[in-house]
Structures are given as structure tokens and as C-alpha cells.
């Protein structure tokens, strides 16, 4: 990002060391929101998406609660070693002034090959830069056959033109 001359807001009007959009959140900049996470997660690097979060961030994930970035950099290195080729959609549920929910799925297989795929929903809260202060997930996993699934894209970013949660009927 551009800083302007006096290197205290960036060319976008953000705070250094923010993450765009901030809130308050419109339909809009919340519906970027979600596709920014969702892309920071499929890129499955342990030691960038922490960086989306403030230094004390509270997760609740599954039966796991913890705080702070280095905790989620360690859960996000034991997940994507088990959850092989991870694929994820996150869609816009609702959201408010600093606060978005989603709902989302993935697709992984474990060690063994068996195929997975996750329903869940998170509730997010948002500090005045941007950054992820609370994540609350519930997750639920169910098995696959591997000719049932829908997530097929190569690893990285879900492309553009790829159905939604929705278009899929999940």
C-alpha cells in the first residue's frame, strides 16, 4: 500500500497496520470482508492469516478456545497438516456495525484419504482497524465420497466464476 507524505494513513485513507475494509461495515464492505478472509484461509500460510487478527485475538474453534496470534499461527499449522488439499467458501450471512457473520464449508481429505467436508457458521468482531478481535466457530464434518465433491479448483484463491455456497445448494 501507498503512504501518503506524512506516512500516517495510507493512499486508501487506513491507518497503517489496518486491514481493510474498517468498520462500520456496509452490505458491501462486509461482503469484502468475508471474500478477503476466504482468500487469506484457501492460501493456507499459517504465518500470514494471523496477521488479520489483533495481537490478542479470542478464538472459540470447535472444543479449542485460546487467545492471541501466535496461538492461532499454532492451531493453523496443526490443521492444514491434517486437512490436505483444503478447499473453502465462506459466504455473507449478516452483519452489523463491527460484526459479520458467515456461513461456510470446506472440503479436505485426512492422511489415510478420506474425503470430508465441513458446514459452519462464525460470528466475527472487529477492532477500528480492521483487524479480527473475536472469532466464535462452530463446525460440523461429515464424510465424503471422493467423486461427491464440489470443491475442485487448483490450491490458492477460489476463482471468480466458481459457484457460490448458494449456486451449490449447501
Known amino acids: 500500500m501507498l503512504r501518503r507524505s506524512l506516512g500516517r494513513v495510507l493512499s486508501n485513507g487506513a491507518p497503517p497496520g489496518s486491514r481493510p475494509p474498517l468498520p462500520p461495515f456496509t452490505l458491501e464492505s462486509a461482503v469484502q470482508k468475508v471474500r478477503a478472509a476466504e482468500d ?3 492460501n493456507r500460510d499459517p504465518t500470514k492469516v494471523p496477521l488479520a ?7 472459540r ?13 499454532q492451531f493453523l499449522e496443526r490443521k492444514w497438516a491434517r486437512e490436505l488439499d483444503y478447499r473453502l467458501i465462506k ?3 449478516a452483519h452489523g456495525e ?7 464449508a470446506y472440503e479436505y481429505h485426512l492422511a489415510g484419504g478420506e474425503w470430508m467436508r465441513a458446514y459452519g457458521n462464525e460470528n466475527w468482531e472487529f477492532d477500528d482497524r ?6 466464535h466457530a462452530s463446525i460440523n464434518d461429515i464424510p465424503i465420497k471422493e467423486e461427491d465433491r464440489l470443491f475442485h479448483w487448483p490450491a490458492g484463491r477460489r476463482p471468480d466464476d466458481h459457484a457460490s455456497l448458494s449456486e ?3
Request: zero cysteines; hydrophobic letters at 40%.
Open 40 to 42: 487469506a484461509w484457501n
Open 53 to 59: 487478527y489483533t495481537e490478542d485475538t479470542q478464538w
Open 61 to 73: 474453534n470447535r472444543s479449542e478456545i485460546f487467545t492471541g496470534r501466535a496461538a492461532v499461527e
Open 91 to 93: 459466504e455473507y450471512w
Open 98 to 104: 463491527n460484526r459479520i457473520a458467515v456461513r461456510f
Open 130 to 135: 480492521g483487524l479480527m478481535r473475536t472469532r
Open 168 to 170: 451449490l445448494g449447501l
